[in-house]
Every structure is written in C-alpha cells, then in structure tokens.
C-alpha cells in the first residue's frame, strides 16, 4: 500500500488516531514455538467500543500528545495495563514488527498501529501470576486463538507474525463472522522516530 493511499484512507475518516501495541509470545525452555503461548487482552463489558466485547486485543493503544515514539506509546500503555516487572520485560525484548493502516469500513475511523513483537522465556515472568488492570488477560496456544475474535482486525497483525516465525499459516483465521474493519500492512518499520512521520 503506497503512501497516498494511506493518506487518503486517513483523511476520509472522520476520527485518525496512532496506536502503538505488541505481540507476546512466551517460549518455555525447550524454545519449541509449538509450545509457545501469547499474552492477549480480552475486551469486557465497559470498554468503550461495545462490540469488541469479548474480543482478543494485543496490548498496547492509542498514541498520546506527550508521547515522541511508538516505542514510548507502547511502554505508557503497558505501564498503565501490566505490572511493572512484565513491562521491563517485555520493553527489554519488543522488535519492530510492522506498521499498519486499519480502518473502519464505513470511514468512521481510521488510525496508523505500530506493532511490536516480543518473544521472552516462561523463565523470566510468571505468567500464571500475571494481572492486568485492564479487561482480562487471555494466555492461549496459537491453536486456542482459532476461534477466537480479535478487536480492531489484530488477528491480521497477529497471522503476519506467526507466517514470518513459521511460515503460511492457517490457524488463525477470520472468526470475525462480518468485519467491522480491516488491517493492512503498509511498512516493516513500527520502530519510529516522531509520530509526524508515520505517512
């Protein structure tokens, strides 16, 4: 997708947002990804876009006036989600995955997601002791995530990084039934410098 596209994507939308958010993967000793498990969030009842209730979200969100990168976004969100020492963690291991363009069918909003990959050991966090302060936490094989629905089409970001680890993937496929929106990949690059260069 070329940078006009994107651009006029953004200004026919009637609301244009930046998002920063990451992918966790948690690897047990063997380093085996088939054994691997991901650190998801689970929409509830409150979040302010009702029909994502329920839905698997990466974690992360939207970009603030104070934050200079995604990068920092995506630790102000974590900070605000997940305990302090998960954080460290993750930060410590986050790779630029991709940037992508998501969009609402209907043009009713559209925002530019920089997403991160981090892939750390079970031996450095207790996953089984993990909490967050928003929505719930979902820790699931990539088998689980099959049937599952994703909030703001994350399911695309999530089956890109799972066909560059593995190669083709068919796992995670649409469980979306009618989309409300999609994510399009338009860069390699999530690792930005200032936020005003994102087109």
């Not at 329920?54 to 605000?80: I, V, Y």
């Not at 689980?144 to 066909?163: H, I, N, P």
């Not at 039934?177 to 390699?188: F, L, P, T, Y």
Request: glycine content about 6%.
């Amino acid at each position: 997708m070329d940078a006009e596209t994107v651009t006029s994507a953004l200004r026919a939308a009637s609301k244009v947002g930046s998002a920063a958010v990451v992918i966790i993967e948690v690897c047990d000793a063997s380093d085996d990804p088939s054994s691997s498990t991901f650190v998801f969030q689970r929409k509830t009842a409150g979040y302010p876009a009702a029909h994502f209730v329920g839905s698997l979200c990466l974690f992360g969100g939207n970009a603030e006036k104070e934050d200079a990168t995604a990068r920092a976004t995506l630790e102000r969100e974590l900070a605000e989600e997940l305990p302090d020492a998960f954080v460290s963690v993750v930060m410590a291991n986050a790779r630029a995955h991709g940037r992508y363009l998501v969009a609402d069918a209907k043009g009713a909003y559209a925002f530019i997601a920089c997403a991160f990959a981090a892939r750390i050991r079970a031996t450095d966090v207790d996953v089984d002791a993990l909490v967050t302060d928003e929505g719930e936490l979902a820790v699931l094989s990539v088998s689980q995530c099959g049937c599952e629905s994703f909030a703001w089409s994350y399911d695309r970001v999530f089956r890109d990084y799972l066909v560059l680890r593995d190669g083709p993937h068919d796992v995670v496929e649409d469980a979306q039934g009618e989309r409300r929106d999609e994510a399009v990949k338009i860069s390699d690059d999530a690792d930005v410098g200032e936020w005003a260069v994102l087109v």
